[in-house]
């Protein structure tokens, strides 16, 4: 006969084996009851990054072998008081700038910044500026109008300047080239600020391997998005 010992043991035994089926059943009915069908997966955004192949005087401006201080040939026609393709006091001439933005996919303003305070010539300003739709570099585009022609005011010709401008993005556009023709003369009086012995110094050549004396005109070109 079992003593009251035995008799607490074995119903405290019960009572847990009971408790710990209870929490059991309890599980699986809150597992079923709030079991949801579930599924992942990851997706990736793929886009195609905004063309910016600028190309100036019909090269990449990415293009790292290209001497770029060297695009510009300038024109000068000559008359009957000086030779062509030289300089000298109240010579004119012009120099083109071509600029094709048919592998852009944005809008843009381009600067061209022209600068002649550290030139032998200083006097040799920009006096006017043409815009044309087209490469006036081509010959079969040398009789096109300018879309736009500005002169600038004899007041306002100095050493320093810029000519800007706006290119929107156009998705139909077929032709998506544009030239900017910059008019230079050496200035000898107005805002000249060389005077006659400057001007008879250029002449002096230091290159022993020279016929001339050499002049530059600083150009900067910049390009910002819109």
């Known amino acids: 006969m079992k003593n009251e010992n035995d008799v607490l043991k074995s119903k405290r035994a019960e009572l847990v ?4 089926l209870i929490i059991l059943l309890l599980i699986f009915i809150l597992s079923s009851t709030f079991a949801r069908y579930r599924s992942t997966k990851e997706l990736n955004l793929t886009s195609d990054v905004a063309r910016w192949n600028i190309k100036l005087n019909g090269h990449e401006l990415s293009d790292t072998s290209v001497d770029f201080s060297t695009l510009i040939t300038p024109v000068f026609p ?34 061209f910044a022209f600068n002649s305070t550290e030139s032998l010539v200083k006097d040799l300003l920009v006096y006017k500026y043409d815009i044309y739709n087209c490469d006036i570099t081509d010959p079969v585009n040398s ?60 002449t002096i050549i230091t290159d022993t391997t020279a016929t001339h004396a050499s002049n530059s005109l600083k150009v900067t070109a910049q390009f910002i998005q819109s």
Do not use: C
């Not at 084996?17 to 710990?20: N, P, T």
């Not at 000559?78 to 048919?102: C, M, R, T």
């Not at 080239?177 to 000249?192: E, Q």
């Open 17 to 20: 084996i009971s408790l710990i």
């Open 143 to 202: 009789t096109q109008t300018p879309a736009s022609s500005t002169t600038i005011p004899t007041a306002d010709l100095s050493t320093t300047g810029t000519v800007t401008g706006e290119i929107p993005y156009d998705a139909t556009a077929t032709n998506k080239i544009k030239s900017v023709r910059l008019y230079v003369k050496w200035v000898d009086d107005g805002p000249a600020i060389m005077n006659n012995i400057d001007d008879t110094n250029t």
């Open 78 to 111: 000559g008359s009957e008081h000086a030779a062509p393709n030289i300089i000298a006091p109240k010579v004119e001439g012009y120099f083109d700038i071509v600029l094709d933005y048919s592998e852009v996919d944005v809008a843009f303003t381009y600067n």
